[in-house]
């Protein structure tokens, strides 16, 4: 999770998210008719007119002009232009967007709101907006309008809202075989611009590269809590933390940092945004870990030794192994022809992250989530947490109902458990890598449920109506999403965190 400060002023919406929503405008038009209305309506009482007097001037109705100047009817090109003439202003005038007062300007905005689906599905009256209804009033109407917006905003990204991102992400992820030209473009401009030649990148160009972007690094004991970094773009400082046992490599940490930076990111707007833009630092940050060339030229000569091992890839850039079976994703169909999955699983057996675009049918729920779904116990990614030997991958054959597919698979332990990482082809794919000629083999007919998710009849037979666990929640998957823009960092925290090491 990483925050990021804005040189603008700060705003009730916090964090400086933009303001959602267009301006209100009559359908199939674009003028906005109640800015327009609230003009009309100065303008007119500016020059000291009447409903009735403007009436006779501009020859309409004064219970039509009253419609206009409520926002509720959008004169046409002959009547705009004789209010304008009669107002005293040109046409751009009249259509300005800068309300001309403080009170117009609130006004409009309280008539917007109560036009809108949010204040629709409250059920509660509308408060005629006229030239009785004070200014505290309206101050107050539009204040409460807008702390609402910015609380729902906050606290919008529920269980299902999360996984219905992660499966809009994925499905954009297997179109374009994940691989994203213009972040891997933007981390090579990174590379050359420090002079970068080849081999493992070291914590000395990290620190050249945070030089390069303009930045200084700052390693701290106090780092806000809910966060892995805190870059201030104000005095150009990125804040890392002290400690060595953090579960991330802290070059990863670092390098994802400054990708918010070079990649140009504003806070994000919801949670598909937020999402979108940690896959895309994440993405930023592998591509200078394993810079393209480099990375392609070392697959490329592994596919034609038919030795393509995903440790290999882990150990020539001094990664780890996720971020190695990663990157493999990110280039193994767009330069090497390969198409590939990817699974990262509890060793519950519940999948954390996934990727294809072999065809492998993954398990998911209504909406199309794979996160936080069981996978079947004879997939390798399953298998592997039964083996004795730790030390290599495994290696492993699958029949299922959707073809045969080669995985191959490792563990490794964190503070949430023992996950394993694994990276899968179909049949045809297998002949490119080390570990084909493995004999161990397996047999899944999920979905179908009787493979592993019905019990054997004798053992159900014995126990059924007999047992009652107690289940242990993986409550990242299914608890609600932490409120907030950068969702469950505390903005207080970070702001007085900052405030503290401004002048240090």
Avoid at 4 to 21: A, C, I, N
Avoid at 297 to 315: G, H, P, S
Wanted: net charge neutral; with cysteine.
């Amino acid at each position: 999770m990483h925050f990021f400060t804005y040189d603008q002023e700060m705003t009730t919406q916090g964090w400086q998210r933009p303001v959602s929503g267009d301006p209100v405008v009559a359908q199939g038009s674009e003028i906005d008719v109640i800015s327009l209305g609230r003009r009309v309506r100065h303008l007119r009482k500016s020059a000291g007119l009447t409903l009735d007097d403007l009436s006779a001037r501009v020859d309409a109705a004064p219970s039509q002009l009253s419609l206009i100047e409520n926002g509720k009817r959008e004169p046409k090109l002959s009547l705009l232009n004789a209010l304008a003439r009669v107002l005293g202003v040109s046409i751009d005038q009249l259509l300005g967007a800068e309300p001309p007062s403080r009170r117009a300007a609130l006004e409009i905005e309280l008539e917007r709101a109560q036009r809108g689906a949010l204040y629709e599905s409250l059920g509660l009256p509308k408060v005629r907006v006229s030239s009785r209804l004070s200014m505290d009033a309206l101050e107050a109407l539009v204040g409460l309008q807008a702390e609402l917006e910015r609380r729902l905003n906050e606290q919008v990204a529920t269980p299902e809202e999360a996984r219905r991102a992660n499966t809009a992400l994925r499905l954009q992820m297997r179109e374009r075989n994940n691989y994203f030209g213009e972040y891997e473009s933007e981390a090579a401009k990174v590379l050359t611009g420090v002079g970068y030649s080849g081999g493992p990148l070291s914590q000395h160009v990290i620190a050249d590269i945070a030089d390069h972007l303009g930045f200084t690094l700052h390693h701290v004991s106090d780092l806000p809590h809910s966060t892995r970094s805190v870059t201030d773009l104000k005095n150009r400082r990125i804040y890392l933390t002290q400690s060595g046992r953090s579960e991330h490599d802290p070059r990863s940490v670092l390098l994802q940092a400054l990708g918010h930076y070079v990649l140009g990111h504003q806070p994000p707007t919801n949670y598909g945004d937020f999402l979108s833009q940690r896959v895309a630092t994440n993405y930023f940050a592998a591509a200078l870990l394993l810079p393209e060339k480099q990375t392609v030229d070392f697959l490329q000569q592994a596919k034609a030794e038919k030795r393509i091992a995903v440790e290999d890839i882990r150990d020539a850039f001094a990664v780890s192994y996720e971020t190695a079976a990663h990157r493999f994703t990110n280039l193994a169909t767009e330069h090497l022809g390969i198409l590939t999955h990817f699974q990262k699983v509890h060793e519950s057996g519940i999948v954390y992250k996934a990727y294809e675009n072999d065809g492998v049918t993954f398990p998911t729920d209504h909406t199309g989530a794979i996160e936080g779904q069981p996978i079947c116990k004879y997939w390798t990614s399953r298998e592997v947490f039964e083996v004795s030997d730790r030390f290599s991958a495994y290696n492993q054959y699958t029949d299922t109902p959707a073809g045969t597919y080669w995985c191959t698979a490792r563990t490794e332990r964190s503070s949430g458990g023992e996950f394993s990482l694994s990276i899968g082809v179909p049949y045809a794919h297998v002949k490119w890598f080390r570990g084909r000629d493995t004999t161990a083999r397996s047999r899944s007919r999920c979905p179908d449920e009787s493979c592993c998710k019905r019990p054997p009849a004798e053992l159900a037979t014995a126990w059924s109506g007999n047992a009652w666990p107690s289940a242990r929640a993986h409550s990242h998957l299914l608890a609600a999403m932490p409120p907030g823009v950068f969702p469950g960092v505390d903005e207080t925290e970070v702001y007085r965190f900052l405030a503290a090491h401004a002048g240090a």
